[in-house]
Antibody, heavy 120, light 110 residues
Framework: QVQLQESGPGLVKPSETLSLTCTVS?????????WGWVRQPPGKDLEYIGN???????YCKPSLKSRVTISLDRSKNQFSLKLSSVTAADTAVFYC?????????????WGQGSLVTVSS | QLVLTQSPSASASLGASVKLTCTLS???????IAWHQKQPEKGPRYLMR???????IKGDGVPDRFSGSSSGAERYLTISSLQSEDEADYYC????????FGGGTKVTVL
């Protein structure tokens, strides 16, 4: 059974870069599913940030594309998110997810979530 | 542009049933969706993927009391025999060049 676990700083200063890593167990990141990031600001809706394929192809939500980097580390079975030039509006719980395809793309596994606060 | 619309809240008594709705925007009525549950203080959990014909495939360990159905542009999640642990937020999710979420429905068990 696949498990995902986010890790990274819980506090980031404005204008700096938020960095999170997702460690995957029970499934290889090099196999047939995609790996993605979702966030939820306090009191707001879930927002899909983007994903990376097993071959390294990346999709990012257009409004975030200029600030987002998603990468894959096959040797560690991990994938990562970097969000640059953060502001208070980027404060959120960040979830790493597995996205699989079977007639449609859908999220079938979630991490527990990592709260990141942007504050000086 | 794909938009998923959910009612903000729903409630039902312990042991009763509740039916949640996710409405797909115009032009997207054939889309499949997934349902996810977010319990307080826990990460979200995938419940099922649901096709336009009402066929659905549940995730591992999802109780039988959770079922899905479809009608036109509407996708439903029915929870039967409501338990206290079913009190949670429920989100529908679809795909349109990336993931798209509905606003979620908060289910209260009375």
């Amino acid at each position: 059974q696949v498990q995902l676990q986010e890790s990274g700083p819980g506090l980031v200063k404005p204008s700096e870069t938020l960095s999170l890593t997702c460690t995957v167990s029970g499934f290889s990141v090099s196999s047939g599913c995609y790996w993605g990031w979702v966030r939820q600001p306090p009191g707001k809706d879930l927002e899909y940030i983007g994903n990376i394929s097993p071959t390294g192809s990346v999709y990012c939500k257009p409004s975030l594309k200029s600030r987002v980097t998603i990468s894959l580390d096959r040797s560690k079975n991990q994938f990562s998110l970097k969000l640059s030039s953060v502001t208070a509006a980027d404060t959120a719980v960040f979830y790493c997810v597995r996205v699989c395809a079977s007639g449609m793309f859908y999220i079938d596994s979630w991490g527990q979530g990592s709260l990141v606060t942007v504050s000086s | 542009q794909l938009v998923l619309t959910q009612s903000p809240s729903a409630s039902a008594s312990l042991g009763a049933s509740v039916k949640l709705t996710c409405t797909l925007s115009t032009g997207h009525s054939s889309y499949a969706i997934a349902w996810h549950q977010k319990q307080p203080e826990k990460g979200p959990r995938y419940l099922m993927r649901l096709n336009s014909d009402g066929s659905h495939i549940k995730g591992d360990g999802v109780p039988d009391r959770f079922s899905g159905s479809s009608s036109g542009a509407e996708r439903y999640l029915t929870i039967s025999s409501l338990q206290s642990e079913d009190e949670a937020d429920y989100y529908c999710q679809a795909w349109d060049n990336g993931g798209v979420f509905g606003g979620g429905t908060k289910v209260t068990v009375l």
